[in-house]
Structures are given as C-alpha cells and as structure tokens.
C-alpha cells in the first residue's frame, strides 16, 4: 500500500505532516465534527419554529431567528476551520487541489458575514422599521444585498464541491463522509422545494452528519502513528 493511500476506505497515516501539523489537524477536525453537530441540532430543533407564514419581518423578529442566526454564523466558522485539517492531511496527495480549499473558505467567510448581517442588520431593520421590509418584499426586486447573498451561496456551495471532489480523488480519509455531504447539498434543494421547511431541516440533518463524518476522519487520519 502507497504511503497515504486509505485501506478500505478508512482514514490512514498521514504522509509529510509534522507533530505540530497533525495537532493542528486534530484541533481543526475536531472543528469540523462539532460544527457538524451543531448544525444538525440547529436545523432540529430551531429552524421548525421559525414562522412561516407571516414574511419576513415575522421571521426576522421572532425569538427562534435570534438564536438560530449566531449559532447558524458558529456553524460556518466551525467548518471553515474544519477545512484546514481536511486539507492537512490529505495535501501530500493533492495537486491544484489547494485551489478547491481557497474557494471553499472564502465562501465561508462571505457566507459567515450575511449570517451576521441577517442577526444584526437585518432584524434590527425588522425591528425598527418594518414597514421599509415589507415594502421591499412586496416590491419583489433583487437588491444588492441580495445578489451578494446569492454569490455567498453559490461561492461557499461550489468551494465545498470541488474540495469533496478532491478528497474522494485523494482517498485518504472514509468515502462515507464527503459522500454524504456531497448527497446533502443536494438534497437540501430538492427536499425544501419538495416538502418544505421540514425537507430543508431533513437536508441539513444529513450536512450536518456528513461534516461530522469528516470531521472524525480527519482527527483519525492526523492522530499519531
């Protein structure tokens, strides 16, 4: 077996990665699988309650928005970390794949800024001056701080692609964590158009496990030999 290459599609030793690489490696996977679970928790137990009839004001100043939005923003910096493991121990076998992780973080951090502005501006708006968000609504044109949410999205949505690519490419960490993830992000369109806010919670249910999954190998692949 090639040094790096996983056995059965498990996590293996770690080719090229030093103690202080493989700490960092363990610290971010750990990252990664927490941010994994608080997602699925999040999407359990607090988008259900979000209201769904009443627009966006009704969403932006209820009480399950307020909580949801931070730890929604602690999801996304968690993965974001997450993706630095993910790269350490499998950039031995990586070519332009470090292109794909670049991506991927940007669109995270572009994507962690609209869930701060979503908690702050957006509800602080909601909360003083609805009337200027139902009129926008109601208006039904695309605003610049909706296109910017739109290529957050789309940034953060084709990074992680390309790194799940790469990382089934590479075989260094178990196949059953990228593929989930890869399945998820496309579930979660399909679901929510399909069944609603309940498909959406059913789509990020299965991200959320898939970047626990992939959190754990990392800190698997990267533990000492």
């Known amino acids: 077996m090639r040094n790096g290459e996983s056995m059965n599609g498990g996590a293996t030793e770690v080719a090229g990665l030093s103690g202080e690489g493989r700490g960092l490696a363990r610290f971010t996977g750990g990252c990664l699988l927490l941010g994994g679970v608080l997602a699925a928790l999040v999407n359990l137990v607090l988008t259900p309650l979000l209201p769904t009839d009443g627009g966006t004001v009704a969403v932006s100043t209820s009480a399950a928005f307020a909580l949801r939005m931070p730890l929604a923003a602690a999801v996304v910096a968690l993965t974001a970390l997450g993706l630095i493991g993910l790269y350490l121990v499998q950039a031995h076998r990586l070519r332009l794949g470090a292109l794909a992780f670049l991506v991927a973080g940007i669109g995270s951090l572009m994507v962690f800024h609209t869930e701060v502005v979503q908690v702050t501006l957006i509800r602080d708006l909601a909360l003083a001056t609805p009337e200027t968000l139902e009129r926008l609504e109601r208006e039904g044109r695309l605003g610049l701080y909706d296109l910017s949410f739109m290529v957050a999205v789309g940034t953060f949505t084709v990074g992680w692609l390309a790194v799940l690519a790469v990382t089934l490419r590479a075989r260094v960490v178990d196949r ?35 970047w626990a999954l992939l959190g754990h190998d990392v800190r698997t692949a990267a533990a000492d030999p």
């Open 176 to 210: 059953r964590g990228p593929l989930t993830v890869l399945a998820a992000l496309f579930l979660i369109p399909i679901l929510g158009g399909l069944a609603g806010i309940w498909g959406a919670v059913l789509g990020n249910l299965a991200l959320g496990a898939g």
